[in-house]
C-alpha cells in the first residue's frame, strides 16, 4: 500500500512537471516571438523618455526584491535551506544595488551618474551570481544566525566593491546611453548578455530542482526567472538612449518581480500549513496517549485477569466501566476538538472519569462544575486533560482520601480550575510527579492560561489555571 502511494505521488509530481514544461516552452516562445518583432520593427513599441515613471519602476523592483529577500530569510531562519540564504543573499543584494546607484542619486531629479550607474550594473550581476546558483545547493545550515550574518557582511563587499572600481575607473568607463548610430558600448552589451545567461542559468537550475524535488516554490522562481530572461535581452537587441527612457524590459521587469514575491509567498504559506498539520498530528496523538489508551490498557487488564481465572463477578463490572469510559473518552475528544457547542460533552466525560477514578472506594471525589461557564473547544481538551492528570498524581503521590475539583467562576470574574486534596502535601523541594506537574503547565499555557500550585506539608496541596479572559 505504502509502494502503491509513493507511485501516485511520483506519477502526480510527473504529471506537475510535464504541465510546467509546456507551459514554459509556450511562454518562451511567446516571448521570443515578441522580442524578434520588436527588434525587427522597433517603431511597434518605441520607448519614451519618462524619468518620473523610470524611478516609479526602479522602487516597484527594489521592493519586490526585498520583500523576496525578506521571506527567504524568514523561510530561512525556520529551516536553515542552503537555497533559501543564496536566494536571500542574492535578492538582497539587487534590492540594494538599485536603491543605492539607481534610486538614491535619482531623488533630487538629477540623472544617475556614470559611477552609479555602472556600480548598478556590477551589483545586478552578483546578485544573479548568487540567485543562479541557489538551485544547486541543497541541504540546510545549523548554525543559522551565524550564516545569516556573515552574508550580510559578505555581501556588503560586492557593493561598494562595484562602486569604487567605478569610481577609480572613471572617464575610462563608457556612458550607460546610446551612441549617434543607436549602438551601445560593447561593455554594456557584454554586461547585459552576462546577466542575460545566469538569468538563464538560474531557470534550467530551478526547472531541474522542481522536476526532481516537485516543490512548488521551484515553479514559481523558474516563472519568474524566464520573464526576467527578456529584459536584458530586450536591451541587448533594442538599445536604449539614456536610462531616463522607458522600455518593455521594465515592465518585464517588475512583472517577473510580481511572480518572485508570489511564489516565495505560496512556499511560506505551505510550510506554516505543513507545521500545522504536524502539530495537530503530534496533538491527536497526545490526546490519544492520555486518554483512550488509559482505559484501553485498562480493558486489557482485566480481559487478563479473566483469562488468567480471577472472580468474574468482581472482574467484569470493572471490565465493562473501563470499556464505557473508553467509549465516552472517545467521544468527548471528537466533540470537543470539533464542535464549540456548549460543554455538555466536557461534564459528562469529566463525570464519568471521576466515576471510574473513584470506583475502587480509595478516593472520594467532589465534583463542582457552573453550568454558566463556558469553554471553548481548544479549553476542553486541555481543562479535561489537566483535571485527569491532577486526581491521577492525587492518586499515585498525595496519599489523599479525599480530592476537590472546583471549575468556575470567582468574584472578580476569572474562569478558574482548582483541584485540592488532603494528602500529606510536600516541600519546595519535593520532585514526586514532576512530569505531571509540567504537562499541566504546557497545557495552560497552549490555551493561555497561568498555572500555579501550593501544598503544604501534612495540609494538601492545591493546583489552580485562571483561564484566559
Do not use: C
Not at 461557564?373 to 486526581?391: A, N, S, T
Amino acid at each position: 500500500m505504502a509502494a502503491a502511494d509513493k507511485r501516485d505521488v511520483r506519477r502526480n509530481e510527473t504529471s506537475a512537471y510535464q504541465t510546467w514544461l509546456v507551459g514554459e516552452i509556450l511562454l518562451l516562445a511567446l516571448l521570443g516571438a515578441s522580442l524578434a518583432l520588436f527588434a525587427t520593427y522597433p517603431d511597434l513599441l518605441p520607448a519614451h523618455r519618462l524619468p518620473a515613471l523610470r524611478l516609479v519602476l526602479d522602487t516597484a523592483v527594489l521592493l519586490g526584491g526585498a520583500f523576496v529577500a525578506i521571506l527567504t530569510t524568514s523561510r530561512f531562519a525556520v529551516e536553515g535551506r542552503r537555497v533559501d540564504l543564496l536566494l536571500a543573499a542574492g535578492f538582497f543584494t539587487v534590492s540594494a544595488s538599485t536603491l543605492l546607484f539607481a534610486i538614491a542619486p535619482a531623488l533630487d531629479g538629477s540623472p544617475v551618474g556614470r559611477t552609479e550607474a555602472w556600480a548598478d550594473v556590477s551589483g545586478r550581476l552578483v546578485g544573479w551570481a548568487l540567485i543562479a546558483a541557489a538551485p544547486a545547493f541543497g541541504g540546510r545550515v545549523r548554525a543559522r544566525q551565524f550564516a545569516l550574518g556573515n552574508a550580510l557582511i559578505v555581501l556588503s563587499g560586492p557593493l561598494v566593491g562595484g562602486w569604487l572600481l567605478a569610481r577609480a575607473a572613471g572617464a575610462g568607463l563608457p556612458e550607460l546611453s546610446s551612441t549617434s548610430d543607436g549602438s551601445q558600448p560593447a561593455l554594456l552589451t557584454v554586461a547585459l548578455a552576462a546577466q542575460a545567461l545566469l538569468i538563464l542559468v538560474a531557470t534550467v537550475g530551478f526547472g531541474l530542482r522542481f522536476r526532481s524535488r516537485g516543490e512548488d516554490l521551484d515553479r514559481w522562481l523558474a516563472l519568474g526567472a524566464t520573464l526576467m530572461l527578456f529584459a536584458p535581452l530586450s536591451l541587448v537587441f533594442e538599445p536604449l538612449l539614456s536610462r531616463d527612457f522607458i522600455s518593455q524590459a521594465d515592465f518585464l521587469t517588475v512583472l517577473a518581480y510580481a511572480v518572485f514575491v508570489v511564489g516565495v509567498w505560496r512556499a511560506i504559506m505551505q510550510s506554516e500549513f505543513g507545521r500545522a498539520v504536524a502539530e495537530e498530528r503530534a496533538r491527536v496523538a497526545r490526546e490519544i496517549h492520555d486518554g483512550i489508551a488509559q482505559y484501553l490498557f485498562a480493558v486489557a487488564t482485566h480481559a487478563s485477569l479473566l483469562e488468567g481465572g480471577a472472580d468474574p463477578e468482581t472482574t467484569l463490572p470493572q471490565l465493562k466501566l473501563a470499556a464505557t469510559a473508553a467509549q465516552q473518552e472517545a467521544k468527548f475528544a471528537v466533540l470537543a476538538l470539533s464542535s464549540a457547542s456548549g460543554n455538555a460533552p466536557f461534564d459528562a466525560a469529566l463525570r464519568r472519569y471521576v466515576d471510574f477514578l473513584v470506583a475502587d472506594g480509595e478516593l472520594a471525589v467532589d465534583l463542582e462544575i457552573d453550568p454558566g461557564m463556558r469553554l471553548g473547544p481548544d479549553e476542553q481538551i486541555e481543562v479535561f486533560r489537566i483535571v485527569q492528570e491532577g486526581l491521577a498524581n492525587v492518586r499515585r503521590h498525595a496519599g489523599a482520601r479525599h480530592a476537590e475539583v472546583v471549575i468556575g467562576r470567582r468574584g472578580d470574574g476569572e474562569r478558574v480550575v482548582v483541584v485540592r486534596d488532603d494528602g500529606g502535601g510536600f516541600s519546595g523541594e519535593h520532585e514526586g510527579a514532576g512530569q505531571g506537574l509540567k504537562n499541566m503547565r504546557d497545557r495552560a499555557t497552549r490555551i493561555g492560561g497561568s498555572f500555579r500550585l501550593s501544598s503544604t506539608p501534612g495540609r494538601g496541596t492545591a493546583l489552580e489555571v485562571v483561564l484566559r479572559a
